[in-house]
């Protein structure tokens, strides 16, 4: 079974950054597309952004020219830099497959302080 761990989260400023790590262990995940999400209080988990197989990515319109998602196969590890961090990206940051299984690791939280 794969777990993913995510680390990296923290209380930052807005304008500030962070960078966000998964790690994969067990199976190999080179070969699927990898995705970041976040849930924040009171709402439902959302599609942040997605990375194929092949390095092609997308964002959604929120977080765009301010977060850049990357992989390292080599490591089975999946990126999220976060530059010009708002309030109103506070949440809790998942990895997961994309599309997202069923398998959710414990996530990291991210805080952006006004």
């Known amino acids: 079974q794969v777990q993913l761990v995510e680390s990296g989260g923290g209380l930052v400023q807005a304008g500030g950054s962070l960078r966000l790590s998964c790690a994969a262990s067990?199976?190999?995940?080179?070969?699927?597309?990898m995705g970041w999400y976040r849930q924040a209080p009171g709402k439902q988990r959302e599609l942040v952004a997605f990375i194929t197989r092949g390095g092609a990515t997308n964002y959604r319109d929120s977080v765009k020219d301010r977060f850049t998602i990357s992989r390292d196969n080599a490591k089975n590890t999946v990126y999220l830099q976060m530059n010009s961090l708002k309030p109103e990206d506070t949440a809790v940051y998942y990895c997961?497959?994309?599309?997202?299984?069923?398998?959710w690791g414990q996530g990291t939280q991210v805080t952006v302080s006004s």
């Open positions: 067990g199976r190999d995940r080179s070969n699927n597309s």
């Open positions: 997961n497959l994309f599309p997202s299984t069923r398998t």
